[in-house]
């Protein structure tokens, strides 16, 4: 093993590769917001985007010259090398990265050999030669260039004199860091490990050498780690993992690894805690939800089920952590289930940092009891739960009182020709409320019934309360808990939601599947304004 660096650069990649995951559309503003947070967390290169390829990006660009203040990162364009038998200083893809006006480039470059004769149909010799004239252009520029060798380590596996040839010209041509990619994410940590020692030892001390490995094999993570020990000095990923396929190396989980396991550097002094809050950030950016079993900076990462050994884990956290979780933003939450005793409830309530006296504990665990027989389920349904313990105290909401509401599904169309689906069909819903001894009551349209009463909700409440306009649903999910009845079986609402820095989860349960989804939407919003009001 060679010595492990004393400081790894962290390449972040969302905007570009992340933003090839399908399901993600991201528009210009949305890439400016993700762009701050990477900046707010600290990584040194965010990857923007490619200019010439798609408008959206040369728009990116150019809002960020005047829209985008980093602080502690460099923008990087990304691009292509010149085309084969053409010309440095006529190729468009390169003029577009020049355009970009980036004080850094990426530059992608072929070198497997396969890719060269059969892709590109041109010759090896040729093959180098795009790369090494497109960098040297570029050096003469006065940018600072990154070169991703693409499939590199497929390349170096079928023709290794080949790779190494491409990495050579791209170091002679003056790049600053050549980037080992495994674009097809076949590559497993050991084989990775070894064939970056291999360029290390091949290409010197000169040249940073850095990794890009996509997670098609589940070893995206692994192999960063591998090759870091292997002697490169920069990782690039993505936040959340977000890539093409299974994804690219995941930030949120390889920074921590480098930093708390193998004390390596990496983001600057005291910015790990910002992990967790810039990982939700970012998945609400780019509008799915996080995964909950996300290491270090998902909602289950520091989750303990009560059971036997919950009140030795409030005694003695770090036997049963493998990290502080405040150390990466994140929390340890007790997660209570039917089978929650008192002690169970009694430390949740310390976790909360609410005063329940024995009796009111008592009454918690008779009620709990008692709705999950009903069909709650308050083990997912975090927010719920807390808000059932502070109403235990005697705490009551006041933010906003419902008199009553009316929702109505219509299908408004005209009678169609047979065979064809109606399209007319809308909701309406009606809401009347009591902020204070203000009455207030409105009417909104939506998508479905709890689209509609929650935009009725904010409509009656008419920017009273700033916290909600952050405030929004990302998920729902309806269950009907007896199959056996059918439509008259009873429903369990949850209702994911966040506010950027948060997410939480709220339930709602009835025969009658708006009452369960209202029960759910007024706990998200009353939790929402709750956190926002705790946190000031
Ligand atoms: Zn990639």
């Given at each position: 093993?060679?010595?492990?660096?004393?400081?790894?650069?962290?390449?972040?990649?969302?905007?570009?590769?992340?933003?090839?995951?399908?399901?993600?559309?991201?528009?210009?503003?949305?890439?400016?917001?993700?762009?701050?947070?990477?900046?707010?967390?600290?990584?040194?290169?965010?990857?923007?985007?490619?200019?010439?390829?798609?408008?959206?990006?040369?728009?990116?660009?150019?809002?960020?010259?005047?829209?985008?203040?980093?602080?502690?990162?460099?923008?990087?364009?990304?691009?292509?090398?010149?085309?084969?038998?053409?010309?440095?200083?006529?190729?468009?893809?390169?003029?577009?990265?020049?355009?970009?006006?980036?004080?850094?480039?990426?530059?992608?470059?072929?070198?497997?050999?396969?890719?060269?004769?059969?892709?590109?149909?041109?010759?090896?010799?040729?093959?180098?030669?795009?790369?090494?004239?497109?960098?040297?252009?570029?050096?003469?520029?006065?940018?600072?260039?990154?070169?991703?060798?693409?499939?590199?380590?497929?390349?170096?596996?079928?023709?290794?004199?080949?790779?190494?040839?491409?990495?050579?010209?791209?170091?002679?041509?003056?790049?600053?860091?050549?980037?080992?990619?495994?674009?097809?994410?076949?590559?497993?940590?050991?084989?990775?490990?070894?064939?970056?020692?291999?360029?290390?030892?091949?290409?010197?001390?000169?040249?940073?050498?850095?990794?890009?490995?996509?997670?098609?094999?589940?070893?995206?993570?692994?192999?960063?780690?591998?090759?870091?020990?292997?002697?490169?000095?920069?990782?690039?990923?993505?936040?959340?993992?977000?890539?093409?396929?299974?994804?690219?190396?995941?930030?949120?989980?390889?920074?921590?690894?480098?930093?708390?396991?193998?004390?390596?550097?990496?983001?600057?002094?005291?910015?790990?805690?910002?992990?967790?809050p810039v990982a939700h950030h970012v998945?609400?950016?780019?509008?799915?939800?996080?995964?909950?079993?996300?290491?270090?900076?998902?909602?289950?990462?520091?989750?303990?089920?009560?059971?036997?050994?919950?009140?030795?884990?409030?005694?003695?956290?770090?036997?049963?952590?493998?990290?502080?979780?405040?150390?990466?933003?994140?929390?340890?939450?007790?997660?209570?289930?039917?089978?929650?005793?008192?002690?169970?409830?009694?430390?949740?309530?310390?976790?909360?940092?609410?005063?329940?006296?024995?009796?009111?504990?008592?009454?918690?665990?008779?009620?709990?009891?008692?709705?999950?027989?009903?069909?709650?389920?308050?083990?997912?349904?975090?927010?719920?739960?807390?808000?059932?313990?502070?109403?235990?105290t005697g705490w009551e909401p006041n933010?906003?009182?419902?008199?009553?509401?009316?929702?109505?599904?219509?299908?408004?169309?005209?009678?169609?020709?047979?065979?064809?689906?109606?399209?007319?069909?809308?909701?309406?819903?009606?809401?009347?409320?009591?902020?204070?001894?203000?009455?207030?009551?409105?009417?909104?349209?939506?998508?479905?019934?709890?689209?509609?009463?929650?935009?009725?909700?904010?409509?009656?409440?008419?920017?009273?309360?700033?916290?909600?306009?952050?405030?929004?649903?990302?998920?729902?999910?309806?269950?009907?808990?007896?199959?056996?009845?059918?439509?008259?079986?009873?429903?369990?609402v949850l209702l994911d939601s966040t506010?950027?820095?948060?997410?939480?989860?709220?339930?709602?349960?009835?025969?009658?599947?708006?009452?369960?989804?209202?029960?759910?939407?007024?706990?998200?919003?009353?939790?929402?304004?709750?956190?926002?009001?705790?946190?000031?």
């Amino acid at each position: 093993m060679s010595e492990l660096p004393d400081k790894v650069t962290i390449y972040d990649t969302t905007l570009r590769d992340g933003s090839q995951l399908e399901g993600i559309s991201l528009t210009v503003d949305d890439k400016l917001r993700i762009a701050e947070q990477l900046d707010y967390l600290g990584v040194d290169y965010i990857e923007a985007g490619w200019p010439g390829a798609n408008p959206k990006d040369d728009e990116l660009f150019a809002r960020a010259r005047t829209e985008l203040h980093l602080d502690t990162s460099t923008l990087v364009a990304f691009g292509m090398t010149r085309r084969a038998k053409g010309k440095v200083d006529s190729d468009d893809t390169l003029r577009h990265l020049v355009e970009a006006g980036t004080g850094t480039v990426c530059l992608v470059g072929k070198c497997w050999d396969y890719h060269v004769l059969e892709a590109l149909g041109t010759t090896l010799d040729e093959g180098v030669l795009m790369v090494s004239d497109s960098i040297a252009y570029l050096k003469d520029l006065g940018r600072e260039v990154l070169f991703d060798a693409e499939h590199f380590f497929d390349g170096f596996k079928a023709n290794p004199e080949f790779s190494l040839r491409v990495l050579e010209g791209a170091a002679q041509a003056g790049a600053d860091w050549l980037v080992l990619c495994d674009t097809n994410g076949g590559s497993l940590p050991f084989d990775v490990e070894a064939a970056v020692r291999d360029v290390v030892q091949y290409v010197g001390s000169d040249v940073g050498i850095g990794v890009h490995l996509h997670d098609d094999t589940g070893c995206g993570v692994a192999n960063a780690l591998a090759g870091v020990r292997g002697g490169a000095t920069q990782v690039q990923g993505t936040i959340n993992g977000y890539g093409e396929r299974t994804g690219n190396c995941n930030l949120t989980t390889i920074i921590p690894n480098l930093t708390m396991k193998m004390g390596i550097e990496t983001l600057p002094e005291g910015r790990l805690d910002r992990l967790t809050p810039v990982a939700h950030h970012v998945a609400e950016l780019v509008n799915m939800s996080l995964n909950p079993q996300a290491p270090y900076v998902g909602t289950s990462a520091f989750a303990h089920k009560a059971g036997l050994h919950v009140s030795a884990i409030a005694k003695r956290p770090d036997a049963y952590e493998h990290v502080r979780p405040d150390s990466v933003g994140n929390g340890t939450r007790f997660v209570l289930s039917e089978l929650a005793g008192r002690s169970t409830i009694q430390l949740k309530a310390t976790e909360l940092g609410l005063d329940l006296d024995g009796q009111a504990v008592n009454d918690v665990v008779d009620t709990l009891k008692h709705l999950e027989h009903e069909g709650y389920h308050f083990e997912v349904a975090d927010a719920s739960l807390e808000l059932l313990m502070r109403r235990a105290t005697g705490w009551e909401p006041n933010w906003f009182r419902v008199e009553s509401f009316r929702v109505i599904t219509d299908d408004a169309s005209p009678l169609t020709s047979a065979g064809e689906a109606p399209d007319g069909v809308t909701t309406e819903a009606t809401i009347k409320v009591w902020v204070g001894d203000e009455r207030a009551i409105a009417t909104a349209e939506g998508n479905g019934p709890v689209n509609a009463l929650d935009l009725a909700l904010r409509t009656a409440l008419d920017g009273r309360f700033p916290a909600l306009a952050r405030l929004h649903l990302t998920d729902y999910k309806v269950r009907v808990l007896d199959t056996q009845k059918g439509t008259g079986a009873i429903t369990r609402v949850l209702l994911d939601s966040t506010d950027g820095e948060e997410s939480w989860t709220t339930i709602g349960v009835s025969e009658n599947i708006i009452e369960a989804s209202w029960q759910a939407l007024a706990d998200s919003i009353v939790y929402g304004l709750l956190r926002a009001e705790i946190r000031g």
